[in-house]
Antibody, heavy 117, light 107 residues
């Protein structure tokens, strides 16, 4: 079964750091672009970052550029999101997603990140 | 960035009704549009890709249409499990963007 499972969320103070992980199973992980999408409390979906199969092409939303770093380990079948200099408005559920032709066809269950003093 | 405007924001409907949701793009995106269904506390579920192609396992009462800037998600004969929030998403140009969502509520 094709699955994505996020972990690493939690409560952190403004200015702090967290690293999210997303473990993939059931498909050839290295063949797919992987994305992070977030959803603030009661808000809509917002794309955060993506990287291609071998990690050589990486892009970020302007709101996180310079603070977040996406990476992947194709041996561990895991994609990561290192989040530094966290702000209150980064509070959200963070989803990893597998894309096919730009559409997000597989989603994880999400992990909650709360930035609060 | 391409802006996606969904309308209406809320729909109040009854079981058995036909519901249509509009998604308008700020510039042409061809057929590069996807639709998702989200229920509270759960991840979005993919419904449609490339404007009109159903994802595997999605009931045939769901359909998508449109191209360019104007797109529609239709739900024929609304079922109890269809009460949820629906989002469109464009995959034509970077960055990927989502519409603001349409909540389908029970009348």
């Amino acid at each position: 079964e094709v699955q994505l499972a996020e972990s690493g969320g939690g409560v952190v103070q403004p200015g702090g750091s967290l690293r999210l992980s997303c473990a993939a199973s059931g498909f050839t992980f290295s063949s797919y672009w992987m994305h992070w999408v977030r959803q603030g409390p009661g808000k809509g979906l917002v794309w955060v970052s993506r990287l291609n199969g071998d990690g050589s092409s990486i892009q970020y939303a302007d709101s996180v550029k310079g603070r977040f770093t996406i990476s992947r380990d194709n041996v561990k079948n895991t994609v990561y999101l290192q989040m530094n200099s966290l702000r209150v408005d980064d509070t959200a559920v963070y989803y990893c997603a597998r894309a096919n032709n730009g559409a997000f066809e597989i989603w994880g269950q999400g992990t909650m990140v709360t930035v609060s003093s | 960035d391409i802006q996606l405007t969904q309308s209406p924001s809320f729909v109040s409907a009854s079981v058995g009704d036909r519901v249509t949701i509009s998604c308008r793009a700020s510039r042409g995106i061809g057929s590069s549009l996807a639709w998702y269904q989200q229920k509270p506390g759960t991840a979005p579920k993919p419904l449609i890709h490339t404007a009109s192609s159903l994802q595997g396992g999605v009931p045939s009462r769901f359909s998508g249409s449109g191209s360019g800037t104007d797109f529609t998600l239709s739900i024929n004969s609304l079922q109890p499990e269809d009460f949820a929030t629906y989002y469109c998403q464009q995959a034509n140009s970077f960055p990927p963007t989502f519409g603001g969502g349409t909540k389908v509520e029970i009348k």
